[in-house]
């Protein structure tokens, strides 16, 4: 079985062809880094017309790689959102048109699908139901994943998503774009003591997360700080995140039921300091844990490729030609709407 896989939700245009036993047989990712560098942050307009510019080419590149022809892929897979709608469309009709033209199935996948099965694509041992930390730029969730398609949201952030904290930190810090990696850099070179920052709901029971508090204290910091304190902020920061992380993933551990592992999976799962702190809580509770490589934690189109793969194996029906682009598409479209403004699904 082989599936191409198209990735455009955010400022990563990406395509891979992956295969039925898991093996990925091409990878390609091209960020746009440099592209939205000047703003601090992703322009939506750009991103599109960057995936336009680059997503055709790096798709004939990916197949040649891999060494297949389209007429021989079994199914194409394409984020359909969430996500920059503009993005998402350009990826989800280019993989339209692609299976118009070769008459293949079309699958349009839900982006955090793709975060949340990707630890099966290098673990293929990891069983279902597992307990996921679905970290990135856009969500903070803890879900119990039961099977393809099946997901149960057991908690979720009331303002901020944990990904954006650290790109604003940066931004606040002046650390660079992107974010996540600049603020884990000067991290290592500061004392996560110096600063007391507030660790939102901590011990409170609470299941949900909440960041905006921590984001005020850091930009007050920063500003009655100055200059040359970046580095202690910016360990300060992190310190506090991992600390509210842990908290509620021992919460939903305890709330969870019986499940194969504890699984963190989104951009923020490229951060050493968060991987360490969890795979110290799984091993106090004796779960196993799996953190995919970095590479398949940020965005990434191997991962969607997989998710089509394992809807293939689930017998679940493709989308075809009628998929729709939706910014906003839940995992659990029957979790409960949390209090709080800005509220992410
Ligand atoms: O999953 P992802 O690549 O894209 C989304 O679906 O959002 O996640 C991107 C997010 C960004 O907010 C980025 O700053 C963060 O992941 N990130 C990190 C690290 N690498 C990426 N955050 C902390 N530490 C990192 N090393
Ligand atoms: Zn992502």
């Not at 008459?103 to 694509?121: D, W």
């Amino acid at each position: 079985m082989l599936v191409l896989g198209i990735e455009s939700s955010c400022d990563e245009t990406a395509a891979a062809v992956v295969d039925g036993d898991a093996r990925v047989l091409s990878r390609r990712v091209a960020s746009q880094d440099a592209a939205h560098r000047p703003y601090g942050g992703v322009v939506p307009e750009i991103a599109a017309r960057a995936h336009v510019e680059v997503l055709a080419p790096m798709i004939a590149d990916a197949l040649t790689e891999a060494g297949v022809a389209l007429g021989h892929v079994d199914a194409i897979a394409a984020t359909a959102g969430p996500g920059l709608i503009g993005g998402v469309m350009v990826g989800l009709v280019t993989g339209k048109a692609l299976a118009l033209a070769a008459g293949k199935p079309l699958y349009g996948i839900n982006h955090l699908e793709g975060h949340a099965l990707s630890p099966r694509l290098v673990s293929r041992g990891l069983a279902f139901p597992y307990l996921l930390l679905l970290v990135s730029g856009g969500h903070c969730q803890l879900l119990r994943v039961d099977g393809v398609g099946r997901y149960r949201r057991l908690a979720t952030t009331i303002d901020d998503a944990v990904g954006e904290a650290f790109d604003k930190t940066a931004k606040m810090l002046r650390l660079g774009f992107p974010g996540g990696p600049a603020v884990e850099r000067a991290a290592l070179a500061g004392d996560p003591k110096a600063f007391a920052f507030p660790r939102p709901l901590l011990h409170t029971g609470e299941p949900h997360f909440s960041f905006a508090g921590l984001k005020t204290a850091v930009l007050r910091a920063a500003q009655a700080a100055g200059p040359g304190c970046e580095a202690d902020i910016a360990a300060s920061f992190q310190a506090a995140v991992v600390d509210c992380l842990v908290d509620r993933t021992r919460l939903a551990i305890e709330r969870a039921g019986e499940v194969s592992a504890l699984v963190v999976a989104g951009g923020v799962a490229a951060n050493q300091a968060v991987r360490g702190a969890l795979q110290a809580l799984a091993d106090g509770r004796g779960l196993a844990f799996v953190a995919p490589p970095i590479w398949l934690c940020t965005d990434n189109a191997a991962m969607i490729a997989w998710a089509g793969v394992e809807r293939l194996h689930a017998g679940l029906p493709a989308d075809g030609l009628n998929a729709l682009a939706r910014p906003r598409w839940p995992l659990d479209p029957d979790a409960e709407t949390v209090r709080g403004a800005g509220v992410r699904a």
